[in-house]
C-alpha cells in the first residue's frame, strides 16, 4: 500500500493533518526528499506542524513551524497526542554537547496516533494508538533474543539523535533537525523507526499513558524486573520524581513492607506517601550520615535500595545503605557517562551487589504495551505523577515547574 493510500482511506488521520499537507521548497528539504525515496511508488507530502526545537543547549526551546517529511521503509509517522518531560530532558537541555546535535526536538516519552507509515512496515497502521519506545527493540540483535537483558543494539542511534545513519524526516528553516533519542516527541507529528513503536489498546487514555514510555516503565521494572524486590523486604528510594515515585508503585505491588523515600525537597513527601512509601526522610534533616540512618532505621541495613537523583555521590550513599550480605543497589538515575564511582571497596567485603537498570529491563516493544493495558485495567494509577498537563507551547514553562522542584511529571499536549 502505497504512503497517499494511507492518507485518502483513512478517517482516522486528523483533518488538520490533510490541511498542512504541501510541498517543500528549500534545496536542503528537497535533498532530504530525494534521499528518503523508497523503491515503491510515494508521494512528496509533507506535513507542516509545529515543535518546541532547541536550537542553543541552556537557552529555552523555541516554538517553530517544522516540515515532517513522509515516512521511509520501517519508518512511522506520528500524530503526537500527549508527552511527558522526563529528569533526563532537564538534563540534557542544558548539556553543552548537545550543541553539535542543534536544532533538535527535545523529548523521548509521549503516545500518539499512526498517520502513515513506510514500506514494509507491519506492526503498526494508520490510525493504531501507540507509545514512543525510547529503547527499541528491534527482534534481531542478541540482546533482542536473549531473555536476559533489553539492551538493544539499535540504541545506538540514540547518541546520533537522528533515525537513520545521517537522516531524520524533519526540517526547519531549511536546517535538518535532530530527534532527542531518536525520537524527539515535544512536536505534533514526528517520524520515527517502526522498531521504536509499539501499538497500544484501542482503550488506552493517551494523555496519561504517555509517561509509561520512559518515567513510569523505568522506574516500576527497576523495582520489578532489576531488583526483583521480594514480599516482606525494605527498600530505599533515594530521589521522589516521577521515576523514583514508580519505583516505589513497583516496591509496593512487590510486596515490599517498609520503602523508605528519601529527597532533599521534602514537598515531594506527600506523592511518596500517596504511592505507597512507609517513611519519608530527607538527609538534611540529620547530622550523621542519611546511610548510617537507614542502617539504624532497618536494624541492619536495607534490602532493596534505589539510585534515582542521578547523582554520582548518591550511588554510593544507596549502596552502603544496604545490608551488607545481601542487600541489593540499583542505579537508575542517568550518571553522566565521563562521571566516576568513588566507593570503598570495603562495601563489597560481603555480599552486597550494584547494577544497572535501562528502561526497567523491559523488552520494551513485548512489553511496554502489556503496562499500558494494565494501567487501562486500573492495576495501579498515574494520577499522583501527572502533576501539570499543559500546551506544547508552554514547554519552556514545564520545564522550569521541574527544575524548580514544583512538579512530578508535567504532561505537554501537543
Ligand atoms: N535508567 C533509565 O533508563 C532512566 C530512564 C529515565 C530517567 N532516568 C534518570 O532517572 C533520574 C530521575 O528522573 P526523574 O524524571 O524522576 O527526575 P526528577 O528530576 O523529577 O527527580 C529527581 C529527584 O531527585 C531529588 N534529588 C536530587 N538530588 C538529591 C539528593 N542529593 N538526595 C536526595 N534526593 C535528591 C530531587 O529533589 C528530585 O525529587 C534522572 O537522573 C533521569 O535522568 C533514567
Ligand atoms: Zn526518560
Ligand atoms: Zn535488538
Known amino acids: 500500500m502505497s504512503h497517499s493510500d494511507h492518507l485518502s482511506c483513512t478517517p482516522a488521520v486528523p483533518r488538520e493533518a490533510q490541511s498542512v499537507v504541501?510541498?517543500?521548497?528549500s534545496e536542503d528539504t528537497a535533498r532530504l526528499q530525494r534521499q528518503s525515496?523508497?523503491?515503491?511508488?510515494?508521494?512528496?507530502?509533507?506535513?507542516?506542524?509545529?515543535?518546541?526545537?532547541?536550537?542553543?543547549?541552556?537557552?529555552?526551546?523555541?516554538?517553530?513551524?517544522?516540515?515532517?517529511?513522509?515516512?521511509r521503509a520501517k519508518e512511522v509517522r506520528i500524530k503526537m497526542v500527549a508527552t511527558g518531560i522526563c529528569g533526563t530532558d532537564i538534563k540534557s537541555l542544558a548539556d553543552k554537547e548537545l550543541s553539535q546535535f542543534c536544532p533538535i526536538i527535545m523529548g523521548h516519552e509521549g503516545t500518539g496516533i499512526v498517520e502513515s507509515v513506510g514500506e514494509g512496515v507491519s506492526t503498526v497502521?494508520?490510525?493504531?494508538?501507540?507509545?514512543?519506545?525510547?529503547?527499541?527493540?528491534c527482534g534481531e540483535c542478541n540482546a533482542c533474543l536473549t531473555s536476559k537483558n533489553n539492551m538493544c543494539k539499535e540504541i545506538r542511534l540514540s547518541g546520533t539523535h537522528l533515525i537513520s545513519e545521517s537522516?531524520?524526516?524533519?526540517?526547519?528553516?531549511?536546517?535538518?533537525?535532530?530527534q532527542y533519542i531518536a525520537t524527539g516527541t515535544f512536536s505534533e507529528y514526528t517520524v520515527i523507526k517502526e522498531i521504536s513503536v509499539a501499538k497500544i489498546d484501542e482503550a488506552a487514555h493517551l494523555e496519561k499513558a504517555c509517561i509509561i514510555g520512559c518515567g513510569f516503565a523505568t522506574?516500576?521494572?527497576?523495582?520489578?524486573?532489576?531488583?526483583?524486590?521480594?514480599?516482606?523486604?525494605t527498600c530505599a528510594v533515594f530521589g521522589l520524581g516521577g521515576v523514583g515515585l514508580s519505583v516505589i508503585?513497583?516496591?509496593?505491588?512487590?510486596?515490599?513492607?517498609?520503602i523508605i523515600a528519601v529527597d532533599i525537597n521534602k514537598d515531594k513527601f506527600a506523592k511518596a506517601k500517596t504511592v505507597g512509601a512507609t517513611e519519608c526522610i530527607s538527609p538534611q534533616d540529620f547530622d550523621n550520615p542519611i546511610q548510617e540512618v537507614l542502617f539504624d532505621?532497618?536494624?541492619?541495613?536495607?534490602?532493596?535500595?534505589?539510585?534515582?537523583t542521578g547523582n554520582p555521590e548518591i550511588v554510593a550513599t544507596a549502596l552502603a545503605s544496604c545490608n551488607k550480605d545481601h542487600g541489593v543497589c540499583v542505579i537508575v538515575g542517568a550518571i553522566a557517562s565521563k562521571a566516576q564511582l568513588n566507593i570503598s571497596s570495603r562495601l563489597f567485603f560481603s555480599g552486597r551487589s550494584l547494577k544497572g537498570s535501562i528502561l526497567g529491563g523491559w523488552k520494551t516493544k513485548d512489553e511496554i504495551p502489556k503496562l499500558v493495558s494494565d494501567y487501562t485495567a486500573k492495576k495501579f494509577s498515574l494520577d499522583p505523577l501527572i502533576t501539570h498537563t499543559l500546551?506544547?507551547?508552554?514547554?519552556?514553562?514545564?520545564?522550569?515547574?521541574?527544575?524548580?522542584?514544583q512538579c512530578i511529571r508535567s504532561v505537554l499536549l501537543p
Open 391 to 405: 500546551a506544547l507551547d508552554k514547554v519552556n514553562e514545564a520545564v522550569q515547574l521541574m527544575k524548580n522542584g
Open 219 to 233: 522506574g516500576f521494572g527497576a523495582a520489578i524486573n532489576s531488583a526483583k524486590v521480594t514480599p516482606g523486604s
Open 125 to 137: 497502521k494508520t490510525g493504531d494508538k501507540v507509545i514512543i519506545l525510547c529503547l527499541p527493540q
Open 249 to 258: 508503585i513497583g516496591c509496593k505491588i512487590a510486596g515490599a513492607a517498609r
Open 297 to 308: 532505621m532497618t536494624n541492619g541495613g536495607i534490602d532493596f535500595s534505589f539510585e534515582v
Open 22 to 25: 504541501f510541498r517543500m521548497e
Open 37 to 71: 525515496q523508497p523503491a515503491v511508488e510515494q508521494d512528496f507530502k509533507v506535513i507542516k506542524c509545529k515543535a518546541a526545537v532547541l536550537w542553543t543547549p541552556g537557552a529555552p526551546m523555541n516554538i517553530e513551524e517544522i516540515e515532517v517529511a513522509p515516512p
Open 167 to 178: 537522516r531524520s524526516r524533519i526540517t526547519c528553516r531549511g536546517k535538518m533537525v535532530h
